[in-house]
């Protein structure tokens, strides 16, 4: 691992995974943040991606960190991690046969710079219309637990996502895209040899 | 495995992991079918899906077979897989910046049914601009080579990727959402032991 290797404040390992696939060398360091926020989507993921990366920047004050948050959004309300099966289930319930919103906030600080850069993601989420005995299944399958509006589109819920517009990846939890812009706007040094 | 596991007529390692991730048994049998068809996108992939689910039903004349067939089309241009580093990087230069689509044809033949069931799904997917670096350093990673456009959106090329619409499976080469859909309309057993 790289001296310089940007430092990842999230635990998530589907944003690890998806940093990985960027070539970027990282190093996870979860920032512990108090989450309860209430506000609009886009609000509270940007407060929550920002809260997270400069927690961090005490400890790293001269390595780029990276922090995001992502929720689920339906008709305005939020949809965050479900706590036991009954939640999950009602979630997937309410999401199958609509439209839904995830939102990322993703933020950025970097070496020598004072203001930390935080910017959002919207993708739009379409489900199939699904049975009482298709959600139980997916229910039961675990895959809910851990993941914000309890579905991982990437795992067995990719084949209830009939349509999405937007970044697929900030629907795994990482708007790989816009991190990208995001560290070319801060300079970030991308390597040739990252790529091989 | 199951003795009516599902035969799929593709040796694509992306089309087995997400069929894998449906929770579908399946055996592979890669069809061997000529590939040299004109025509729109559309006609070409759901013809050489259907040639592929075809070749198969012979062999396997009480199992669902299911084939398909992906490519990238740009002002109505078809690119296929990158024969060498010059096409790729070629293909990467024409696509970056823009708009194109991802075309799936999927064949279901199930077991008892006279006809082939041939379906098509449309995916837009945008390209952020790329500099002539990122394109060479790109190809050099040897990512483009066997897949359809010269990219894998789930490998490094994600992060070139601002914006799809549609499904996002399809651009990786199989759409899941269509596929339950057809395996639904045929009556497929779905197991609620393969969701464990």
Avoid at 137 to 150: M, R, W
Wanted: one cysteine or more.
């Amino acid at each position: 691992m790289p001296h310089d290797a940007l430092i990842l404040a999230s635990s998530s390992p589907r944003r690890q995974e998806l940093l990985t696939s960027m070539g970027i060398p990282f190093e996870v360091h979860p920032a512990d943040v108090d989450e309860d926020v209430n506000g609009h989507p886009q609000e509270v993921v940007l407060l929550l991606a920002q809260r997270k990366a400069q927690a961090l920047r005490p400890q790293f004050p001269h390595r780029y960190i990276l922090a995001a948050d992502t929720l689920v959004s339906l008709d305005g309300r939020i949809f965050g991690k479900p706590k036991d099966e009954l939640v999950a289930q009602r979630m997937i319930q309410e999401l199958q046969g609509k439209w839904h919103e995830v939102h990322s906030g993703v933020c950025l600080i970097a070496p020598g710079e004072e203001a930390a850069d935080a910017r959002h993601a919207m993708t739009k989420v379409h489900f199939a219309p699904l049975t009482e005995d298709e959600v139980s299944t997916y229910v039961a399958s675990g895959e809910p637990f851990g993941k914000a509006g309890a579905y991982a589109i990437q795992g067995r819920a990719g084949m209830f996502v009939t349509e999405i517009i937007g970044s697929f990846s900030n629907v795994i939890g990482l708007p790989t895209a816009l991190v990208r812009q995001m560290l070319i706007s801060h300079r970030y040094p991308f390597q040739k040899e990252q790529v091989v």
